[in-house]
């Protein structure tokens, strides 16, 4: 039956015989206690032939193959199926991750990593598929592939490696928040989200009101940047940096509800026992003068 099917194939084109050729000498070579089962072989071989017979197959129906020969054992017909696809038109980054994971079926690790290897100096980054691919995690723990990795992070994640995203971070936590007189005033999380990015945060007062905002560096002005809005409609705008004293931002508050905005500014200073002082204030005269708007204390939840 498998030379008959690469005697409809042979005047096809080399693709077809060379792939055929590979089954073939699968096919003969299967024991009951081997990694591909004739049925599999013969249901890849049909696949083939019918592929060829199209005249339209795509590369992903090639590819599909390829996969399909790999998760069968047969690293041959994997391989030859990939060049089909490939000549189709299949992406370079699918093909490379193919090929690596052909590689790692083929028990040669390194070359699974050189592939990687060649993908990244092209411009491929993409951590997490590598993470989320049960064949190319595989590689964790060899010592190129997790050098490889850490390279591509440095890319892929570059506010988690970046000077200056970190000079708020002793504000991340779950929060307590008490008035300077001890009356509590309610809890807060803030979290560091996307890689490092920006940090969030989830404000609920003890009257159950709500606000949150988003802080991260701007780099193109080098400021530190927070927008707020509560349910109420407050709007806070403000922009700063580090100093002595800690985290200080200016900008403007505005009201929704009434449609008056204000100079503002915030301080948040790291204390000696592990607190955080948050110290606001508004001006009612350009920055003339300023009053409290609020202060609060943060202890870190036990």
Same mark, same amino acid.
């Given at each position: 039956?498998?030379?008959?099917? @690469?005697?409809?194939?042979?005047?096809?084109?080399?693709?077809?015989?060379?792939? @055929?050729?590979?089954?073939?000498?699968?096919?003969? +070579?299967?024991?009951?206690?081997?990694?591909?089962?004739?049925?599999?072989?013969?249901? #890849?071989?049909?696949?083939?032939?019918? /592929?060829?017979?199209?005249?339209?197959?795509?590369?992903?129906?090639?590819?599909?193959?390829?996969?399909?020969?790999?998760?069968?054992?047969?690293?041959?017909?994997? %391989?030859?199926? /990939?060049?089909?696809?490939?000549?189709?038109?299949?992406?370079?980054?699918?093909?490379?991750?193919?090929?690596?994971?052909?590689?790692?079926?083929?028990?040669?690790?390194?070359?699974? #990593?050189?592939?990687?290897?060649? *993908? $990244?100096?092209?411009?491929?980054?993409?951590?997490?598929?590598?993470?989320?691919?049960?064949?190319?995690?595989?590689? +964790?723990?060899?010592?190129?592939?997790? !050098? *490889?990795?850490?390279?591509?992070?440095?890319?892929? =994640?570059?506010?988690?490696?970046?000077?200056?995203?970190?000079? $708020?971070? $002793?504000?991340?936590? !779950?929060?307590?928040?008490?008035?300077?007189?001890?009356?509590?005033?309610? +809890?807060? #999380? #803030? !979290?560091?989200?996307?890689?490092?990015?920006? *940090?969030?945060?989830?404000?609920?007062?003890?009257?159950?009101?709500?606000?949150?905002?988003?802080? =991260?560096?701007?780099?193109?002005?080098?400021?530190?940047?927070?927008?707020?809005?509560?349910?109420?409609?407050?709007?806070?705008?403000?922009?700063?940096?580090?100093?002595?004293?800690?985290?200080?931002?200016?900008?403007?508050?505005? =009201?929704?509800?009434?449609?008056?905005? $204000?100079?503002? %500014?915030?301080?948040?200073?790291?204390?000696?026992?592990?607190?955080? %002082?948050?110290?606001?204030?508004?001006?009612?005269? !350009?920055?003339?003068?300023?009053?409290?708007?609020?202060?609060?204390?943060?202890? %870190?939840?036990?």
């Amino acid at each position: 039956m498998h030379q008959n099917a @690469c005697y409809t194939v042979r005047r096809r084109n080399k693709w077809a015989v060379a792939l @055929c050729a590979v089954l073939v000498a699968t096919a003969c +070579s299967v024991t009951p206690t081997g990694k591909v089962q004739a049925d599999v072989v013969d249901s #890849i071989m049909s696949e083939m032939s019918r /592929l060829e017979k199209s005249g339209s197959a795509s590369a992903d129906q090639w590819y599909a193959l390829s996969v399909k020969a790999r998760e069968a054992g047969d690293t041959g017909a994997a %391989r030859l199926a /990939l060049e089909r696809a490939v000549s189709k038109g299949l992406a370079p980054v699918r093909a490379g991750i193919e090929r690596s994971r052909q590689a790692v079926a083929l028990n040669d690790p390194q070359a699974a #990593i050189e592939t990687l290897q060649s *993908l $990244f100096e092209q411009g491929f980054n993409a951590v997490g598929v590598l993470n989320a691919d049960p064949v190319i995690s595989s590689l +964790s723990g060899q010592s190129d592939y997790d !050098e *490889l990795i850490a390279s591509m992070s440095l890319q892929a =994640y570059p506010c988690a490696h970046t000077e200056g995203f970190a000079d $708020f971070d $002793f504000w991340l936590g !779950e929060w307590d928040v008490h008035l300077a007189d001890g009356t509590p005033a309610g +809890s807060n #999380i #803030i !979290e560091r989200e996307e890689r490092g990015c920006v *940090l969030i945060e989830h404000w609920t007062s003890t009257n159950g009101g709500t606000g949150m905002s988003i802080n =991260y560096p701007d780099l193109a002005s080098d400021d530190w940047v927070q927008t707020w809005i509560a349910e109420g409609g407050t709007q806070i705008n403000i922009r700063g940096g580090l100093s002595n004293e800690g985290m200080a931002m200016v900008g403007t508050i505005h =009201y929704v509800a009434n449609g008056t905005t $204000f100079p503002f %500014r915030g301080l948040w200073t790291p204390l000696p026992d592990g607190r955080v %002082r948050q110290f606001f204030e508004q001006s009612s005269d !350009e920055g003339g003068t300023w009053q409290p708007w609020f202060e609060g204390f943060y202890t %870190r939840k036990q």
